[in-house]
T-cell receptor, first 115, second 118 residues
Framework: AQTVTQSQPEMSVQEAETVTLSCTYD???????LFWYKQPPSRQMILVIR??????QNATENRFSVNFQKAAKSFSLKISDSQLGDTAMYFC????????????FGTGTRLQVTL | GAVVSQHPSRVICKSGTSVKIECRSL??????MFWYRQFPKKSLMLMAT?????????EQGVEKDKFLINHASLTLSTLTVTSAHPEDSSFYIC??????????????FGPGTRLTVL
């Protein structure tokens, strides 16, 4: 079974600053995917970024980037130029390779962006 | 594209009654849908995997007779909470697999349903 750990229950960052959210996972699988999801106050889950484990290059999506360390089983999310709209719960998630595979979520990090 | 809807968005019911929640993929067909439960300020916990045309696969500890799942078409899965009790009050979220991927299929999430059992 896979486990996903987010050790930061809450974080705060000032607008325009950079923040990094941590995530570690445990698995015996070699082929898998890692995700960061955002859940704003509306509760709608939004995919922020995805990383394929077989890719060494870290994924980036505009202001969002990851630091994927496969050997260390670490998958952190960096948000640059933080905006007020980034305020949300952020969940790290794991999915093993397969077309009907399920997601395993971490416990989440509540991010507050302040003026 | 890839929109998933849930209905109702909010429901209040009396203890002992049954409540049905619908999950629809609006612009794609989903052979697999997932049902999650989320307690306040907590993570999403997978309850079951809903497969079109076959029985759902439930996670350990989830009562299949209490949480009935039906996936009768490629665009609709339903979750029925039978004989609801106050402890069933929660936020229920569904997701649908956008198929066709060679190695994995992205999941798209519905907006959730808040169930309150009095």
């Amino acid at each position: 079974a896979q486990t996903v750990t987010q050790s930061q229950p809450e974080m705060s960052v000032q607008e325009a600053e950079t923040v990094t959210l941590s995530c570690t996972y445990d698995t015996s699988e070699n082929n898998y995917y890692l995700f960061w999801y955002k859940q704003p106050p509306s509760r709608q889950m939004i995919l922020v970024i995805r990383q394929e484990a077989y890719k060494q290059q870290n994924a980036t999506e505009n202001r969002f980037s990851v630091n994927f360390q496969k050997a260390a089983k670490s998958f952190s999310l960096k948000i640059s130029d933080s905006q007020l709209g980034d305020t949300a719960m952020y969940f790290c998630a794991f999915m093993k390779q397969g077309t009907a595979s399920k997601l395993t979520f971490g416990t989440g990090t509540r991010l507050q962006v302040t003026l | 594209g890839a929109v998933v809807s849930q209905h109702p968005s909010r429901v209040i019911c009396k203890s002992g009654t049954s409540v049905k929640i619908e999950c629809r993929s609006l612009d794609f067909q989903a052979t697999t849908m997932f049902w999650y439960r989320q307690f306040p300020k907590k993570s999403l916990m997978l309850m079951a995997t809903s497969n079109e045309g076959s029985k759902a696969t439930y996670e350990q500890g989830v009562e299949k007779d209490k949480f009935l799942i039906n996936h009768a078409s490629l665009t609709l899965s339903t979750l029925t909470v039978t004989s609801a009790h106050p402890e069933d009050s929660s936020f229920y979220i569904c997701s649908a697999n956008l198929g066709g991927g060679p190695t994995y299929n992205e999941q798209f999430f519905g907006p959730g349903t808040r169930l309150t059992v009095l």
